[in-house]
């Protein structure tokens, strides 16, 4: 991964328990490179639900509504998959 992004405006405002079978907006999904998803391991309020396997990430995909920070994808070690919606 590339350098390390500048903290500044370092966390994305994600909406509160959004659950992945009543969600019909545009959905960010992320690669989960080296660690599962779980407490701590991915930024907070990620569609609840919306863990995928995915032979490209050893620990599979996680989406959000909202696009995360390059700080965000660093600290957490995420990569970005793809948009849907």
């Known amino acids: 991964m590339s350098k390390k992004p500048t903290p500044e405006r370092s966390y994305s405002n994600q909406p509160e328990r ?14 989960c490179r080296n660690r ?5 391991a991915i930024p907070n309020n990620w569609i609840c639900d919306s863990q995928r396997d995915n032979p490209r990430f050893r620990h599979g995909t996680i989406q959000y509504a909202v696009p995360l920070t390059d700080w965000e994808l660093y600290s957490y070690e995420l990569e970005p998959a793809e948009v849907e919606g």
């Open 36 to 40: 599962p998803p779980g407490y701590a």
């Open 18 to 31: 959004i659950y992945d079978d009543t969600y019909e907006g545009k959905r960010y999904t992320y690669g």
